[in-house]
C-alpha cells in the first residue's frame, strides 16, 4: 500500500475516495514543525542554522503517519502547489527521515491545481522531486521573519513600552494606513459650486447639461468658490440663449476582466459580499477541499492561492461551451481570451481560480452549499464565464451648447449599452472611479435627439454647494490593491497580516475602513524615526523580488539573509545607546499634529488645561505612551492618548456607554439590533422583547441576546457579526473519525467547539463566527479529548416523565443524567454494569439537593423506599446528635462556622454538573 500526505483531513476523505483502497491517504494538519519561539532558533553565525521543533499536537499525527509507512512503497507528498505546500512536504519528510521512517520507501512529489478525480490521477500519474529552490525561499523567508521580530521587538519593547511587537511586512503595511490617516488630517476642505441646468429640445423633450465655461474661460473643479460666483454663473446662464454648438459620437468597448487571483478575489468579495480577507480564504479553502455534493464529495473551484490569471485548454473549452449553450453566438468571441500575470515568480503563477466544472452552475449547487460558499461560488463562476464573453459595447455621446457670444457653455453627456456583452454576467465594483471606468452617472443617461444649430429652453437653474472630501480611509480591498501595486507581500498573505495588525490593537475596522489607533501609529513614528530603511515600499517590495529569485533558482538564499543581517544588526546596534528622551523628541514631533490639533478658539494646543503655563507633550510610562505636563510634579495633570485636551475620550464613546447603538435591522423580521453594555460585559441583542402583563396574564418574554467574545472589540462589531453571535451554535462541519457534527458556540467560559460530550475552547486568533471544519478538526485532535470517553448508554426511561436516563463518562469519572440533573455514581459503581434501579436514587437525591422542585416524584416505588430508608437514619444521626450540640452552646462561634462552611458546600456544584458546563 502507498501512502499519501496532504494537510487537511477533508483533504484526505474526498482524495482517498479518488485513489481507493491501494492508498492510505492521511492529513499532517499543516506544518508539523516550526521554529521555537525564543531566541537563538536561527543562528546567523552558523550558516543560518535554524533549530526545528515539532509541535505537539503534530506528534500524533507523524505516529500514525509512520504505522502507515510500515511496509509501504511510496510516500507521495501531496500538500499545495505553492511555497508553503513545498516547505509543508520538505518537513513532513525531513522528520520521517530523521526517525528512520523512510528505509526502503520512495519518496514523491505530486501537485494538483483543482480536487478533482482527472486532476489528482493525473497528478498521481506524474510524479518529481521535492522542489528545493521553493524550499529554500520559505527558509529565507521563514527566517528573515523571525530575526527581524526577535531583533527587533526587544528594541521597539525597551524604548516604547506598551507596544508590542513589530513584523517584517506587517510595519509596512501599517505604514500605508496610518501615512492615510495624517493625509486626512492635514486635509482642509474647500467649498466648491457647480450648476447644473434642465433644459428641453424643440420637441419638449427634458435633458440636463452642467455649466462647463463661463465668460470664455473652462472651468475647473474649484473654479466656482463661493455662492457669488455660482449667483454670477446663474445670471449669465438666465441671460443667453442656448443653441447645439458640438455633437460627438463615439463608440466605446468595455472589455472583460482577467479571472480571480488571489488579491482580486480578496478585493470583489470584500466589495460585493463584504467579507474580510480571511473569511474570504476560509470559505474558498472549503470549496478548494471539496463539498458533498449528492454522496459524492468534489473540489469546486481551483487551488485559491495564485498570482496567475490563465485558464488551463480545457477549462477555456468548457467556458466558450457554455457561453454558446447558454447565450446567442454575438456573446461568443471568435477566438478564446488570453490573459498574462503580471506575477514575477514563475512558480507561484498557477491557474487562475475558477470552477473546477463550470456546467456545474450555482443554482446546480445551491442546496449543498451554506450562504457563503454559494455567495463566493458564483461571483468566482461568473467571473469565469465573463473572461470568456465578448466585449460590451455603449455608445457616448457628448453636446455642448453655447450661448450666442460662445462664452457661456453647458456640457451634456450621456452613455448607453449598445450591446452588454460579458455585461450580461457580471459588473466589477470599485471602491474608488478609475479612469478607465465610463462616468457612473452618465452611463445609462439617454439624451434626446439633438443638432447643431438646434435651439433648446432653460427650464431650471440649479447651483449646488459641494466641499472637497479628504481621501478615503483603507477599505480591505483597497489596502490590499495598494499592497500588491507596491509589491510588498504575497496575496497568499494578506489575509494574515491584516489580521495581525488587528489582534495587536494597532488598527481597527469601522464601517469597513481601517483607521490607525494611536498605540499603531506610536510604533510606525518609532520605526521611520530609527528604522527607516526597513519599512520603506521600495525596499519591502525588493527583498520580496528576492524571494521570488530564490525561488526560480536564480540567488542563493544564505546570501540574500547575509547581506540583509548585516545592514539590519548595525542598525539595530544604532539604538543601543539611544535615550529615551531622544525617543520622546522624535515621536512628539512626528505625532504632534495628530496628538494636539489646532483648537477652534484659536489658543494654543499644547497649553496645560490643569496649571495653564505648563506646555504639554508626549510622555512614555511604564504602561506605554501618554500626554502629560512639563510642570510635573507640580502639575500632574495627565491625559490618554486618543484623549481631548479636557481629558475626556476623543472620537466616538464607546458603545453601550450612551445607551444601546443600533446596528441595524435583521433582514428575516426586521427587528432592530443593538449593541448593548451590561453588568457583566457587552452583547448584542435582537428586538426589545415582551414586557409582563398581569392583567393578561402574559409572562416577560426576553429578546435574544449573545455575549460579545473578550477578544471582540465593541467598536469593531457590525450588523453582520451581531446576527452571526445571534446565530451561536453554528454547526461548522464534521469530526472526520465519528461522523458527528462540530458546533461553534460561545458559553460561560467563553467561545467553544464541541463534538459529542467534548468541548474545546477556543483561543487565540480562532474566531467562533468564522473558524472553519478543518482548523475545528484540528484542535479537537490536538486537545485529545475526543474519543477517549466511552459512548454514552441509555438504562431505559424515568419513571416520573418517561425521559431517557443515561450513563456518561465525566471529566471526573463516570455519571448518570436525567434532563439537567447529573449525578457522580460512586466508587463501588461500575459504569457498564450499572442499572436504571441503581442510578435513580442518585438522580433523586442529587435533585432534592439542588433544590428542584418535585424531586421526590421523580424517582421509581423501589427507590422511593431506599430514600425514605435513607432520610430515616439520616434523621436518626441528626436527633443523635443534636444534644451534643446543645452542650457545646459556648461555642457559638464554631457552630457558626461550621454552618457557614456546609451553606458553602450546598452551593457549589458537583464534579459531574461541571462537566460540559459551557453548553
Request: proline content about 6%; aromatic content about 6%.
Amino acid at each position: 500500500m502507498d501512502v499519501v500526505i496532504v494537510e487537511s483531513p477533508a483533504k484526505a476523505r474526498t482524495i482517498n475516495k479518488y485513489l481507493g483502497t491501494d492508498f492510505s491517504v492521511l492529513a499532517s494538519f499543516g506544518h508539523v514543525r516550526d521554529l521555537p519561539a525564543r531566541d537563538g532558533s536561527v543562528r546567523p553565525d552558523d550558516g543560518f542554522a535554524m533549530d526545528w521543533e515539532v509541535d505537539q499536537r503534530a506528534e500524533k499525527q507523524l505516529k500514525e503517519i509512520g504505522r502507515a509507512l510500515k511496509g509501504a512503497r511510496r510516500l507521495y507528498l501531496a500538500t499545495d502547489p505553492d511555497r508553503e505546500g513545498e516547505a509543508i512536504s520538505w518537513h513532513v519528510r525531513d522528520v520521517l527521515a530523521q526517525r528512520g521512517l523512510l528505509k526502503d520507501v520512495e519518496v514523491r512529489r505530486v501537485t494538483f491545481n483543482a480536487i478533482t478525480e482527472r486532476a489528482v490521477g493525473e497528478a498521481m500519474a506524474q510524479p518529481r522531486d521535492l522542489d528545493q529552490p521553493l524550499i529554500d525561499a520559505y527558509l529565507a523567508r521563514r527566517a528573515l521573519d523571525y530575526l527581524v521580530g526577535f531583533t527587533l521587538s526587544p528594541v521597539l519593547w525597551r524604548k516604547l513600552p506598551g507596544s508590542r511587537s513589530a513584523g517584517r511586512v506587517q510595519s509596512v503595511a501599517l505604514r500605508l494606513i496610518c501615512e492615510r490617516e495624517a493625509e486626512i488630517e492635514r486635509f482642509r476642505s474647500q467649498e466648491y459650486w457647480t450648476v447644473d441646468v434642465d433644459l428641453a429640445n424643440q420637441q419638449g423633450q427634458p435633458f440636463t447639461a452642467r455649466l462647463s465655461h463661463l465668460e470664455g474661460t473652462k472651468l475647473d473643479k474649484l473654479s466656482l468658490g463661493s455662492a457669488a460666483d455660482a449667483e454670477r454663473a446663474r445670471a449669465a446662464i438666465e441671460a443667453g440663449d442656448f443653441t447645439v454648438a458640438k455633437v460627438a459620437r463615439k463608440e466605446a468597448r468595455r472589455h472583460p476582466s482577467p479571472p480571480f487571483t488571489t488579491s482580486t478575489l480578496q478585493q470583489e468579495a470584500a466589495r460585493k459580499l463584504h467579507f474580510s480577507t480571511t473569511r474570504t480564504m476560509q470559505v474558498a479553502q472549503r470549496l478548494y477541499e471539496g463539498i458533498a455534493l449528492d454522496g459524492e464529495t468534489v473540489g469546486l473551484i481551483t487551488y485559491m492561492r495564485t498570482d496567475g490569471v490563465q485558464i488551463a485548454p480545457e477549462g477555456i473549452a468548457r467556458v466558450r461551451e457554455l457561453i454558446g449553450r447558454d447565450f446567442a453566438p454575438p456573446f461568443l468571441p471568435d477566438q478564446p481570451r488570453a490573459y498574462k500575470t503580471k506575477a514575477k515568480n514563475a512558480q507561484e503563477a498557477h491557474e487562475a481560480i475558477r470552477p473546477t466544472d463550470v456546467m456545474r452552475r450555482p443554482a446546480d449547487v445551491a442546496r449543498f452549499l451554506d450562504r457563503d460558499q454559494l455567495r463566493l461560488y458564483e461571483l468566482i463562476w461568473k467571473r469565469t464565464v465573463a473572461s470568456q464573453m465578448a466585449s460590451a459595447v455603449l455608445d457616448q455621446v457628448g453636446v455642448d451648447l453655447a450661448d450666442a457670444s460662445g462664452a457661456t457653455v453647458l456640457r451634456a453627456t450621456g452613455s448607453q449599452v449598445r450591446f452588454e456583452g460579458f455585461l450580461a454576467v457580471y459588473r466589477e465594483d470599485r471602491d474608488e472611479p478609475t479612469e478607465s471606468a465610463p462616468d457612473a452617472e452618465a452611463e445609462g443617461r439617454i439624451l434626446p435627439p439633438l443638432d447643431e444649430g438646434q435651439g433648446v429652453a432653460t427650464t431650471a437653474i440649479r447651483p449646488e454647494q459641494h466641499f472637497t472630501q479628504p481621501p478615503p480611509r483603507y477599505s480591505e480591498a483597497a489596502l490590499v490593491r495598494r499592497m500588491e501595486e507596491l509589491g510588498i507581500g504575497r496575496p497568499s498573505t494578506y489575509a494574515s497580516i491584516l489580521q495581525v495588525l488587528q489582534d495587536r490593537d494597532y488598527v481597527r475596522l469601522d464601517q469597513r475602513r481601517f483607521i490607525p489607533e494611536d498605540r499603531g501609529r506610536l510604533v510606525i513614528a518609532f520605526l521611520e524615526s530609527f528604522f527607516k530603511r526597513y519599512v520603506e515600499y521600495n525596499f519591502t517590495a525588493d527583498l520580496e523580488n528576492q524571494l521570488d529569485e530564490i525561488s526560480g533558482g536564480r540567488l542563493d538564499w544564505k546570501t540574500v539573509l547575509g547581506a540583509f543581517w548585516h545592514d539590519f544588526t548595525e542598525a539595530v546596534e544604532g539604538t543601543r545607546n539611544l535615550r529615551v528622551s531622544e525617543v520622546l523628541d522624535a515621536l512628539d514631533a512626528d505625532l504632534g499634529p495628530h496628538l494636539f490639533p489646532p483648537r477652534a478658539d484659536g489658543s494654543d494646543p499644547r497649553a496645560c488645561p490643569a496649571c495653564g503655563d505648563g506646555r504639554l507633550s508626549l510622555k512614555l510610562g511604564r504602561y506605554g505612551a501618554f500626554i502629560g505636563c512639563s510642570n510635573y510634579p507640580d502639575c500632574r495633570f495627565t491625559q490618554e492618548l486618543g484623549a481631548s485636551a479636557s481629558g475626556e475620550a476623543g472620537g466616538q464613546p464607546a458603545p453601550g456607554e450612551d445607551g444601546p447603538r443600533e446596528l441595524g435591522s435583521d433582514p428575516e423580521n426586521g427587528e432592530a439590533v443593538t449593541l448593548r453594555k451590561g453588568p457583566y460585559g457587552f452583547y448584542v441583542q435582537r428586538g426589545e422583547g415582551i414586557a409582563a402583563d398581569k392583567a393578561k396574564k402574559q409572562k416577560a418574554v426576553k429578546p435574544p441576546r449573545a455575549s460579545l467574545p473578550k477578544a471582540m472589540d465593541p467598536a469593531s462589531v457590525d450588523l453582520e457579526k451581531a446576527l452571526g453571535l445571534l446565530a451561536l451554535p453554528r454547526r461548522v462541519g464534521l469530526y472526520p473519525d465519528s461522523g458527528e457534527d462540530i458546533l461553534a458556540g460561545i458559553g460561560r467560559f467563553g467561545p467553544y467547539l464541541k463534538v459529542g460530550d467534548t468541548y474545546v475552547s477556543l483561543k487565540g486568533d480562532d474566531d467562533v463566527l468564522t473558524i472553519g471544519e478543518n482548523r475545528a478538526v484540528e484542535l479537537i485532535a490536538a486537545s485529545g479529548k475526543h474519543g477517549k470517553r466511552a459512548p454514552a448508554r441509555e438504562l431505559g426511561a424515568h419513571p416520573g416523565d418517561g425521559k431517557p436516563v443515561v450513563v456518561k463518562d465525566g471529566r471526573y469519572g463516570p455519571y448518570v443524567e436525567h434532563g439537567r440533573i447529573r449525578a457522580t455514581l460512586r466508587k463501588d459503581m461500575e459504569r457498564d454494569s450499572v442499572s436504571l434501579e441503581e442510578a435513580l436514587p442518585l438522580l433523586a437525591a442529587k435533585a432534592e439537593k439542588a433544590g428542584v422542585k418535585g424531586a421526590g416524584k421523580t424517582a421509581s416505588k423501589t427507590s422511593a423506599a431506599k430514600k425514605t430508608t435513607t432520610s430515616k437514619t439520616t434523621a436518626t444521626k441528626t436527633t443523635t446528635k443534636k444534644p451534643a450540640a446543645k452542650t457545646a452552646s459556648a461555642k457559638k462561634p464554631a457552630t457558626k462556622k461550621t454552618t457557614a462552611k456546609k451553606a458553602t458546600t450546598r452551593k457549589a456544584p458537583s464534579k459531574a454538573a461541571g462537566d460540559g458546563a459551557e453548553s
